[in-house]
């Protein structure tokens, strides 16, 4: 078994994978690189083989998404190579830094119940600025709304050192997600059904309830492009991001005498921000909220099932922001997480 893998999920990225896969290789401190390609239709695969000899190529049968393929994928590698004691899930649009791997393996192995962690992750595009995806570590609010140390809705902070620490948060991103396998592989893994976006986060959440711990690193840096398989304008972003966040905070919620008013609160919320879209004349993101709505409406049966799983292993409650970020930042002006959490 290796000691740590690196593991690239790749769909029709090949211009990414040529631009940043070098200095993957260059730093990755002799682990393997392995890219698990989700039946691209660009030529990945055999622009790997021949300008990559040295990275493992996993060709998966279909596109399931970020959910599906890292599953898929870390099971190949776990049953064809004999795993890894940690793995890397590395999007195929991070430019990666020299020494970005030692200070996270090092928490890891001082901490047997740390089951996630995540570098500090900037903008490629504006480096000085941290990136949305994760910044230096997520949290949650009491209505499933999510924001980083780093980044609060639209406004991003400038790394100024102020999150160097190396410090438990409630969600490390997906972008760049360092995971125990032991763990990842007790869990089962992503939960499928999100396809992309939030699967990381609601992982976290259940790791969590399990007693095992997340944190952000501080002493390691990555650069994220952002956007590089779907663009944060395209709706079916919009779509999965407002579905997967009802899916999550339904399945993972503790309390029934709270969820079915948290429910109906944020499904109002989600229509004023459809109101937001309309303003901009952004019809494909008002109806792709609509879709999200519904699919959350039939997808409640599972969701309850999944529910109800949870709540007969006894888990531990997972402390979440209090309050309404949505309140703090759009009422009371509080735009970074210093101001929230002051």
């Given at each position: 078994?290796?000691?740590?893998a690196?593991?690239?999920?790749?769909?029709?990225?090949?211009?990414?994978?040529?631009?940043?896969?070098?200095?993957?290789?260059?730093?990755?401190?002799?682990?393997?690189?392995?890219?698990?390609?989700?039946?691209?239709?660009?030529?990945?695969?055999?622009?790997?083989?021949?300008?990559f000899?040295?990275?493992?190529?996993?060709?998966l049968?279909k596109?399931?998404?970020?959910?599906?393929?890292?599953?898929?994928?870390?099971?190949?590698?776990?049953?064809?190579?004999?795993?890894?004691?940690?793995?890397?899930?590395?999007?195929?649009?991070?430019?990666?830094?020299?020494?970005?791997?030692?200070?996270?393996?090092?928490?890891?192995?001082a901490?047997?119940?740390?089951?996630?962690?995540?570098?500090?992750?900037?903008?490629?595009?504006?480096?000085?600025?941290?990136?949305?995806?994760?910044?230096?570590?997520?949290?949650?609010?009491?209505?499933?709304?999510v924001?980083?140390?780093?980044?609060?809705?639209?406004?991003?902070?400038?790394?100024?050192?102020?999150?160097?620490?190396?410090?438990?948060?409630?969600?490390a991103?997906?972008?760049?997600?360092?995971?125990?396998?032991?763990?990842?592989?007790?869990?089962?893994?992503?939960?499928?059904?999100?396809?992309?976006?939030?699967?990381?986060?609601?992982?976290?959440?259940?790791?969590?309830?399990?007693?095992?711990?997340?944190?952000t690193?501080?002493?390691?840096?990555?650069?994220?492009?952002?956007?590089?398989?779907?663009?944060?304008?395209?709706?079916?972003?919009?779509?999965?991001?407002?579905?997967?966040?009802?899916?999550?905070?339904?399945?993972?919620?503790?309390?029934?005498g709270?969820?079915?008013?948290?429910?109906?609160?944020?499904?109002?919320?989600?229509?004023?921000?459809?109101?937001?879209?309309?303003?901009?004349?952004?019809?494909?993101?008002?109806?792709?909220?609509?879709?999200?709505h519904?699919?959350?409406?039939?997808?409640?049966?599972?969701?309850h099932?999944?529910?109800?799983?949870?709540?007969?292993?006894?888990?531990?409650?997972?402390?979440?922001?209090?309050?309404?970020?949505?309140?703090?930042?759009?009422?009371?002006?509080?735009?970074?997480?210093?101001?929230?959490?002051?």
């Open positions: 078994m290796d000691s740590l690196i593991v690239i999920l790749n769909y029709n990225g090949q211009p990414f994978l040529a631009k940043f896969l070098p200095n993957v290789l260059a730093h990755a401190d002799g682990h393997p690189v392995y890219v698990a390609d989700s039946a691209s239709t660009d030529g990945s695969v055999s622009f790997l083989r021949t300008a000899p040295t990275v493992r190529v996993i060709e049968p596109n399931e998404g970020y959910a599906g393929g890292y599953n898929r994928a870390l099971d190949q590698i776990r049953s064809g190579y004999g795993g890894a004691t940690y793995y890397v899930l590395l999007n195929s649009d991070i430019d990666v830094t020299p020494n970005w791997l030692s200070p996270v393996v090092s928490l890891f192995d901490n047997p119940k740390l089951a996630a962690c995540q570098p500090k992750i900037r903008s490629y595009s504006q480096p000085d600025l941290f990136e949305h995806a994760g910044a230096a570590g997520g949290f949650i609010d009491w209505l499933g709304y924001f980083c140390r780093g980044r609060v809705f639209a406004t991003f902070e400038a790394d100024r050192g102020q999150y160097d620490d190396n410090s438990p948060v409630f969600w991103t997906g972008a760049c997600l360092f995971v125990r396998s032991s763990v990842f592989h007790q869990t089962g893994g992503f939960d499928a059904a999100f396809f992309a976006h939030m699967e990381e986060i609601d992982w976290c959440w259940r790791v969590q309830r399990l007693g095992y711990a997340v944190w690193c501080g002493q390691s840096t990555v650069y994220h492009v952002g956007g590089g398989t779907l663009h944060k304008s395209n709706p079916h972003k919009t779509f999965l991001n407002y579905r997967n966040s009802l899916f999550m905070l339904y399945k993972n919620w503790p309390s029934d709270w969820l079915w008013p948290k429910i109906l609160l944020r499904l109002i919320l989600d229509g004023v921000s459809s109101l937001l879209f309309m303003k901009e004349g952004q019809w494909p993101d008002v109806w792709a909220i609509l879709r999200a519904f699919a959350f409406y039939g997808k409640l049966p599972t969701l099932r999944q529910r109800n799983e949870l709540k007969r292993q006894q888990l531990k409650e997972v402390q979440v922001y209090p309050t309404s970020i949505v309140w703090q930042y759009f009422a009371k002006g509080r735009k970074t997480f210093q101001e929230i959490y002051e």
